[in-house]
């Protein structure tokens, strides 16, 4: 019933979900569009993942310096720039391989951000009762990421142009959805 744990679960649910469209579309894209092996993509996986991991260290230094708030605005505010640039690559038509690879590893920088600190902000007001919040949490994580799953699965498209509309989606969703049930009531338990 807490809407800033819903607030912050959101957030945990969009890291699943930015991996789950990578892994729903970027096979298509990389081995039809591109003509890669399977070899080739688990490469480029690996980029990825070291995007991920590399900002996952940056963030206690950004979590020390701007505060979690701070913190989970620019995580979002990443996202929704990959998905722009994305989208603006593939309007003018200058889809290139090394391109997608950068688009993917910002929005990758984003989900590395995000996840611990979606999971600080949640689950720090439930210490009391924390093994049932985290339960809820990681469970509704993993629904959102389900339903993300499912709904690019059934696409007829898996192309750059879902993706950076997926990502970008995505981080307005959180965006909102962390400044209408977080912020606000935040401020308010403050008082």
């Known amino acids: 019933s807490s809407r800033i744990f819903i607030g912050f679960m959101i957030?945990?649910?969009?890291?699943?979900?930015?991996?789950?469209?990578?892994?729903?579309i970027a096979?298509?894209?990389?081995?039809?569009?591109?003509?890669?092996?399977?070899?080739?993509?688990?490469?480029?996986?690996?980029?990825?993942?070291?995007?991920?991991?590399?900002s996952k260290f940056i963030n206690s230094q950004l979590i020390k310096k701007l505060g979690l708030n701070r913190a989970i605005i620019i995580s979002y505010a990443i996202l929704i720039f990959a998905g722009l640039a994305l989208l603006l690559v593939v309007s003018l038509n200058w889809v290139t391989l090394s391109i997608i690879i950068i688009g993917v590893s910002i929005a990758s920088v984003s989900s590395g951000f995000m996840s611990g600190n979606a999971m600080a902000g949640a689950l720090g007001p439930f210490r009391h009762v924390g093994?049932?919040?985290?339960?809820?949490?990681g469970s509704l994580q993993m629904a959102i990421g389900f339903l993300s799953?499912?709904?690019?699965?059934?696409?007829?498209?898996?192309?750059t142009l879902v993706?950076?509309?997926c990502y970008l989606c995505l981080g307005l969703?959180?965006?909102v959805s962390f400044l209408i049930?977080?912020?606000?009531?935040?401020?308010?338990a403050k008082q």
Request: charged residues 5%; proline residues 4%.
């Open 163 to 165: 993706l950076s509309i």
């Open 27 to 54: 096979p298509f894209l990389i081995q039809n569009y591109f003509h890669l092996s399977a070899q080739q993509f688990g490469l480029i996986s690996i980029i990825l993942g070291g995007a991920s991991l590399l």
């Open 149 to 159: 799953g499912a709904i690019l699965s059934v696409l007829p498209w898996h192309n």
């Open 131 to 137: 093994g049932s919040a985290c339960a809820v949490y």
């Open 11 to 24: 957030g945990a649910g969009i890291v699943i979900s930015i991996n789950t469209a990578y892994a729903v």
């Open 181 to 188: 049930l977080v912020k606000p009531f935040q401020a308010k």
């Open 173 to 175: 969703l959180g965006l």
